[in-house]
């Protein structure tokens, strides 16, 4: 190990030569010889002085490079152990340390004997750590104060059935003490007091441990079983533990009052597990035939206290990224602060960032993505928090989260050399996730910042907001709180908590094989009893006859009228059901096909007379003692008597089908089945049962592909092999195996003719990009039916976003996208346009009736009223003019709207007393034409437009015009 340049020599040790004599060798190991060149001992890491040495120049404090380097020698060089690199943090979702399921096999004893795994005796790592989800959860802590991470770096030796508790002590206290340096009185060590309950007593053996090496006997300390017994699961491997714990403060004072109580002055930073217990099913403990030790010590509380450090982030594994993060936006430099002394929470933003682009790095390295599940999840999570701090607290550009890769590798690469590997992608894929989430952040905030202003006073964000954030503009649950939280807003959690189980037990009930899916659409005999009894009638399903052979080849069928019978819900018969439930809905009529005699049911929808922007998908259809079952999820509460108006989706392919397709094709790519290829005599291959070949001549002899079951097996007399897989006659080059493949999305499905569909598929890379497109323009439609719920006055505001409805109707139908995305999608944008011009006209005819009061004041029942009135559009100037003549039916009426433009919009009605004398379409006309501009229309209204500069010359064309009819 190299000693720092300028670092003034401690007093000199001796150093033996002789060589490593086995796991038991001390301090004359060669892990205490310089490195060849040097001159002088091995480095001490830490900042104090063994008894007898000469007073020491101002502590050294050592990079973390150095102490992690000097952790893995200790333990291989002077003790014998096998140092492995660090586990990756796979598998996903574990909530446990990783690299200590590594070795489960070894703990359980299930491990084969020949094994590599086998083989080991004493190991030791630094381990790469992510705590973020699961039992284990720092997420929401970090940032807030200077110690929490998601990802750390576990220091950690082991042994499997070689030494145990005398060793693993004396070792520990060894590299604290004589390598690193730390001041013995200091340190604090715990032991399992023992648990009465469980029939144990305390570890005295380990105890004896402690005070044999010179710990004295006020700083070995005993506590019960939550805090000094440590259990990998709720059955298993399990045992004593003794933690080491140092006191920042020191100067001779006595802090064992402090221990495992939470104070940010006396820290644990190591933990030795004695694996001497198995606890069974039943919860009893049973001794394990063979003893284990497992230790972990964090890399960056140790390094804060070799460098003299009271916060993590103050140590030389953050001063890079945080220095980094400074130039790169404009926000003050970090200073360290917590709690209400941070003020606008700009140095939590840093913490968070510095800790986020750490963990970014080290879980995209390994293969993890921010993705919608399991680990994926926690990492969009991660992502998103860290991309929120960067743009609103810290006032960074975009791209700032990926411009910190390089310092992490910089920091990191020399221990994990795969970091350094992969940044060019880890930039990449930090930078695509930003840019989607970015627009959506923004929406959100302003989402939150209307709905606050909204609210009541002391009353809790509502959950429904809440719950649209997070479905549908991907907010993590924790950022929503952290927003809400700077405006001194709390969440309605126990109402959100309902909408997530709510939304759980709907996702459910639509599982395959769900015995709670057929609730909604199956009558049982009593609720067939109450209807009949009811005299409800049965269902007229003869409509569903009423199709026509339209152009184009394509069968046409008519819409049906409908009256709301009845609902079924939950196996009961109900007048009303609220919003957001599913349920069946029992109609007088329908023109759907139910699902019998082996053909699958109609899909469509139906909205209510007079409400076409309130859509109600029929997701399946089911005849059931004569009465047509149509289920649906209410958007709005649906109750008997409502109106409804049918309309079938024509020879469609179902969503559910496409996915179904999609899923077999992965599970297939997942499971890596081997493509089995032979050539084998014709006669023998038609034989094989469940072979697929088409009508075609074949050569002799045949290539036989079979998928995950080999070609002999296949031919076996009688076998079933070929009906459980999919074997075939083709001459085609085919993947050897199907993992190959990595992915599959269908981009589009036509239907030709009945029954016959062109299905286009891609594979690969291709696959994937095409469902980060749909995930995108999930957002986006998402995006727009939360603003479309919003309450909108303005008209503009409306109508720009019934322009982006089209707009996004345009990019999903020309994208490529997972095919039952894109029909979910077209399916949703269909009804966010008729809800946008339902809502642009209602906010014309309001706005019209208005300005017509006004005027109607202003004119009271006048034969002429010419006036000039501001109108967004000419839509809205029309409507102003019906008001008018509807209010006052004898009076004739021109108005003209001058747009900022320079035009001059023109709307006129004549009163049917008039006519035909008196032309609207001649008015308007000698009205635009004096404005240089055109017009037409009908004698009772018509309409055009012109140019402002002839305005004042138009309105006295238009009175002179009417008086000359009149």
């Known amino acids: 190990m190299g000693v720092s340049e300028g670092r003034s020599p401690a007093a000199p040790r001796a150093v033996p030569t002789r060589p490593l004599q086995g796991p038991r060798a001390r301090r004359g190991s060669p892990a205490c010889r310089p490195p060849a060149g040097a001159s002088r001992s091995w480095p001490r890491l830490g900042g104090g002085t063994r008894p007898g040495a000469a007073p020491r120049a101002p502590p050294w404090r050592p990079p973390a490079a150095i102490v992690r380097a000097a952790f893995l020698r200790f333990f291989e060089e002077r003790h014998g152990h096998r140092r492995l690199p660090s586990a990756p943090v796979r598998p996903r979702g574990d909530p446990r340390l990783l690299f200590v399921n590594a070795f489960k096999p070894i703990f359980l004893g299930t491990v084969h004997p020949r094994s590599e795994l086998a083989q080991h005796r004493r190991v030791v790592n630094s381990q790469k750590c992510v705590r973020a989800g699961g039992k284990h959860n720092d997420l929401e802590d970090v940032g807030r104060d200077t110690y929490h991470h998601t990802f750390f770096e576990m220091l950690g030796n082991w042994s499997f059935?070689?030494?145990?508790?005398?060793?693993?002590?004396s070792m520990?206290?060894?590299?604290?003490?004589?390598?690193?340096?730390?001041?013995?009185?200091?340190?604090?060590?715990?032991?399992?007091?023992?648990?009465?309950?469980?029939?144990?007593?305390?570890?005295?053996?380990?105890?004896?441990?402690?005070?044999?090496?010179?710990?004295?006997?006020?700083?070995?300390?005993?506590?019960?079983?939550?805090?000094n017994f440590w259990e990998m699961g709720d059955t298993g491997p399990c045992g004593p533990c003794t933690e080491i714990h140092y006191d920042h403060v020191g100067g001779g004072r006595n802090a064992a009052a402090l221990v495992n109580q939470g104070s940010p002055d006396v820290v644990e930073i190591w933990n030795l597990v004695f694996m001497q217990y198995s606890r069974e099913v039943e919860g009893n403990l049973l001794p394990l035939p063979q003893h284990h030790v497992d230790t972990g010590m964090g890399l960056e509380r140790l390094v804060t206290i070799l460098q003299n450090k009271r916060s993590n982030y103050d140590t030389d594994l953050f001063t890079p990224i945080l220095d980094a993060i400074h130039k790169g936006c404009r926000a003050p430099r970090y200073q360290g602060l917590v709690g209400d002394a941070d003020v606008g929470r700009v140095n939590m933003a840093y913490r968070v960032v510095a800790d986020h682009v750490r963990t970014l790095c080290v879980c995209i390295t390994d293969g993890i993505y921010p993705g919608f599940s399991g680990a994926e999840l926690v990492l969009r999570r991660i992502l998103r928090r860290a991309v929120r701090f960067c743009s609103e607290v810290l006032q960074a550009p975009p791209g700032l989260l990926a411009s910190l890769?390089?310092?992490?590798?910089?920091?990191?690469?020399?221990?994990?050399?795969?970091?350094?590997?992969?940044?060019n992608q880890i930039k990449d894929i930090i930078n695509e996730n930003e840019t989607a989430f970015l627009s959506s952040l923004e929406r959100g905030r302003h989402i939150i910042e209307r709905t606050v202003q909204q609210m009541e006073p002391s009353t809790n964000f509502p959950a429904e907001v809440a719950w649209s954030l997070y479905g549908s503009l991907g907010f993590p649950l924790d950022l929503i709180d952290l927003m809400l939280e700077e405006k001194g807003i709390s969440l309605d959690s126990a109402a959100f908590n309902e909408l997530v189980l709510e939304d759980a037990k709907v996702r459910g009930r639509c599982l395959p094989g769900s015995e709670q899916g057929n609730t909604n659409t199956h009558l049982d005999v009593h609720s067939l009893a109450q209807l009949r009894s009811s005299n409800v009638p049965a269902t007229d399903d003869s409509p569903k006859y009423a199709y026509t052979l339209g152009q184009h080849g394509h069968y046409e069928f008519s819409p049906c009228q409908a009256t709301v019978l009845m609902l079924y819900r939950d196996q009961s018969l109900h007048k009303e059901v609220g919003a957001g439930q599913r349920c069946g809905v029992i109609l007088d009529r329908t023109n759907f096909y139910a699902e019998q005699g082996g053909q699958d049911s109609d899909q469509g929808y139906m909205i209510r007379l007079g409400?076409?922007?309130?859509?109600?998908?029929?997701?399946?259809?089911?005849?059931?003692g004569g009465y047509v079952i149509h289920e649906v999820t209410a958007v709005e509460t649906l109750r008997a008597g409502d109106q409804m108006q049918l309309f079938v989706d024509e020879g469609h392919v179902t969503v559910e089908q496409l996915q179904q397709v999609e899923q077999v094709v992965q599970d297939l790519i997942k499971k890596n089945e081997v493509v089995h290829m032979a050539e084998v005599p014709l006669t023998l291959a038609r034989r094989v049962q469940g072979l697929r070949a088409v009508d075609e001549g074949y050569p002799d002899p045949v290539r036989i592909v079979s998928l995950g079951v080999p070609v002999e097996s296949v031919l076996t007399c009688d076998s079933e092999a070929a009906m459980q897989t999919s074997v075939e006659l083709c001459c085609g080059t085919h993947l050897l195996q199907t993992g190959s493949v990595e992915d599959l999305a269908i981009i589009s499905e036509r239907q030709l003719v009945k029954g016959i569909s062109r299905v286009i598929a891609v594979t690969g890379g291709q696959a994937k990009q095409a469902r980060e497109v749909g995930q995108c323009l999930a957002m986006e439609v998402d995006s727009v039916s939360l603003r479309m719920k919003q309450r909108i006055t303005s008209i503009p505001e409306m109508q720009n976003l019934s322009k982006e409805v089209g707009q996004l109707t345009q990019v999903v139908a020309s994208t490529a996208m997972p095919q039952w995305q894109r029909k979910e999608l077209q399916t949703i944008l269909k009804?966010?346009?008729?809800?946008?011009?339902?809502?642009?006209?209602?906010l014309e005819l309001q706005q019209a009736e208005?300005?017509?009061?006004?005027?109607?004041?202003?004119?009271?029942?006048?034969?002429?009223?010419?006036d000039t009135v501001p109108a967004d559009s000419l839509s809205i100037l029309m409507k102003v003019v019906n008001q008018l003549c509807?209010?006052?039916?004898?009076?004739?009426?021109?108005?003209?709207?001058?747009?900022?433009?320079?035009e001059v919009l023109c709307a006129c009605q004549v009163s049917k007393n008039c006519l035909p004398a008196f032309s609207a379409a001649d008015w308007a006309m000698a009205v635009c034409t004096q404005m240089e501009g055109k017009a037409g229309g009908s004698p009772v209204v018509a309409k055009g437009s012109g140019n402002a500069k002839g305005m004042q010359g138009a309105l006295t064309t238009a009175l002179e015009f009417a008086q000359s009819k009149l």
Do not use: M
Not at 833 to 840: K, S
Not at 850 to 861: D, E, I, R, S
């Open 161 to 169: 059935g070689d030494y145990f508790k005398e060793e693993a002590c």
């Open 172 to 227: 520990a206290w060894e590299l604290l003490t004589e390598v690193y340096e730390i001041p013995r009185d200091r340190l604090y060590v715990t032991y399992f007091g023992g648990d009465p309950s469980l029939g144990l007593s305390a570890d005295e053996e380990c105890r004896d441990v402690w005070l044999r090496l010179g710990v004295p006997a006020s700083h070995v300390l005993p506590f019960p079983l939550k805090d």
């Open 405 to 423: 890769v390089p310092t992490v590798v910089e920091v990191l690469g020399d221990a994990y050399p795969e970091l350094t590997r992969n940044a």
């Open 611 to 624: 409400q076409q922007d309130v859509l109600f998908p029929v997701e399946s259809v089911h005849l059931c």
């Open 831 to 842: 009804a966010l346009q008729r809800t946008a011009n339902t809502a642009i006209k209602k």
């Open 850 to 866: 208005k300005k017509a009061q006004v005027l109607l004041a202003k004119y009271c029942n006048q034969p002429v009223i010419i």
């Open 886 to 902: 509807d209010k006052s039916p004898g009076s004739s009426v021109l108005l003209l709207s001058p747009q900022a433009s320079g």
